[in-house]
């Protein structure tokens, strides 16, 4: 695991190349959003009482669009995570001034196939409001839009996948719901190579567009990580191992509990280290913790391992974290991993899902095997014995996210998207907000 460091002269090339393609890429996102002001009517729905990566994503999505004065209808579940989240951004926009979202509440989930009471509001959506694109984050829903969009020519219909698929949907009742679909965006290769190979989908219509971070949110000289390290008990010299969301068997808690049971008995007795969990346990889930806890128990290892239950500041998490695991069963894409990149923290993934898509061949952060204890314990202590090269990881990391995953880079390519399927549905400008 040798980890080369960057010279000065390439790391200043690097800046001034990243300026000028950052101005670039901004240029081309107001070209876009210039288009789009004239004519884009969209509704985004994403029906969930969760609030995981999935929720935070369309939701995210939604808000950059508004920021930038385009017409987005977000339609969610009525006191769900998503609809308090924008409620507190319309509320912080009318304190500015600004422009809020406009949200549509449903008090109960559509049915998965040809739902009447959607159907009615699709019509009103379209005749009425003028709405010319649909974007939906749950492909179990395409089957109650996608029959009752055949007769609205004009209507972009867009879905995004956000999980692995595993199951075959090449059907024909599947085949006929996704020949109404536009574009199908994917967060990864790996994420559309495994939607190509279980759905019947043409290539053209699966589209790749990257999460992304803010960095004007993630910034490492600008976050002081000692208080949060203090409510976790780890001081300067205690190195801190942490694991972000939620606690659920498929993210890997019990990997990470074993693992920190034989770094225990094998790190000399004055390293102090302590294992972290952010996260609150899956909604509907009941056992989880407590397993975890008498699995602690059992390894007496309970002075070093934290509960540390939901934090909303992840910037902060990761400054504060000195190694950031992320062991998965499996993982469509890891955005908690790319955050802890852009903080310089270095990162140890599950080498599942698109996970050499995010550390490259282990240049970025280090694979380990799913389910795997010995091995993270491994990978773990190799990072505790190189302080240095573990510090040169987390800078190269953040350089490569900062290049690869901002979120104008999302914006753009989600613009572009929207852009393209109006055309082809060939949408005018006069004819947003009217009648057609």
């Given at each position: 695991m040798q980890i080369e460091s960057s010279t000065k002269s390439n790391l200043k090339s690097m800046k001034s190349n990243s300026s000028q393609s950052r101005e670039q890429l901004l240029n081309e996102?107001?070209?876009?959003?210039?288009?789009?002001?004239?004519k884009l009517n969209a509704v985004v729905i994403c029906i969930s009482k969760a609030w995981g990566?999935?929720?935070?994503?369309?939701?995210?999505?939604?808000?950059?669009?508004?920021?930038?004065?385009?017409?987005?209808?977000?339609?969610?579940?009525?006191?769900?995570?998503?609809?308090?989240?924008?409620?507190?951004?319309?509320?912080?926009?009318?304190?500015?001034?600004?422009?809020?979202?406009e949200i549509e509440l449903l008090y109960s989930?559509?049915?998965n196939a040809f739902d009447f009471l959607l159907k009615k509001k699709i019509d009103r959506w379209v005749t009425q409001e003028g709405v010319n694109l649909i974007h939906v984050h749950q492909t179990s829903l395409l089957g109650s839009l996608s029959p009752w969009l055949w007769r609205y020519r004009h209507v972009a219909l867009v879905a995004s996948r956000h999980i692995m698929n595993n199951h075959n949907k090449k059907d024909f009742f599947h085949s006929l719901i996704y020949r109404r679909l536009d574009s199908l965006l994917v967060m990864s290769e790996t994420l559309r190579q495994n939607v190509l190979l279980t759905h019947?989908?043409?290539?053209?219509?699966?589209?790749?567009?990257?999460?992304?971070?803010d960095f004007n949110l993630f910034q490492p000289d600008q976050c002081d990580p000692n208080s949060i390290r203090g409510e976790w008990g780890a001081d300067a010299d205690t190195v801190v191992i942490g694991l972000v969301g939620r606690i659920d068997p498929a993210k890997g808690q019990a990997t990470f509990v074993r693992a920190a049971a034989g770094l225990c008995q094998m790190l000399p007795s004055k390293t102090k280290v302590k294992f972290v969990m952010v996260g609150e346990e899956t909604v509907g889930s009941r056992h989880t913790v407590d397993e975890l806890k008498k699995l602690i128990k059992i390894y007496q290892i309970e002075p070093h391992v934290v509960f540390a239950g939901f934090i909303k500041e992840i910037p902060k998490v990761m400054a504060a974290f000195d190694i950031l695991v992320m062991p998965s069963r499996r993982e469509a894409f890891g955005m908690v991993a790319i955050e802890g990149m852009a903080m310089e923290c270095p990162v140890i993934?599950?080498?599942?899902?698109?996970?050499?898509?995010?550390?490259g061949n282990e240049d970025y952060g280090l694979l380990v095997r799913p389910d795997d204890a010995f091995d993270l314990q491994k990978k773990i202590r190799w990072l505790l014995d190189h302080p240095e090269q573990r510090e040169q990881m987390g800078k190269k990391a953040r350089a490569y996210v900062r290049e690869h995953f901002d979120i104008q880079i999302?914006?753009?390519?989600?613009?572009?998207?929207?852009?393209?399927?109006?055309?082809?549905r060939k949408v005018k400008p006069k004819s947003i907000g009217g009648l057609f």
């Open positions: 996102t107001q070209e876009l959003v210039s288009s789009l002001q004239q990566g999935l929720e935070q994503v369309a939701a995210a999505d939604s808000l950059h669009l508004v920021e930038k004065q385009l017409k987005v209808k977000f339609v969610c579940l009525n006191d769900s995570p998503v609809h308090r989240h924008l409620l507190d951004f319309n509320q912080r926009q009318s304190q500015s001034q600004k422009q809020t979202i989930a559509p049915r019947n989908l043409k290539e053209r219509q699966v589209k790749i567009v990257r999460l992304g971070i993934v599950s080498n599942a899902g698109s996970a050499r898509e995010i550390v999302r914006i753009k390519r989600t613009l572009a998207v929207y852009d393209r399927m109006l055309r082809l």
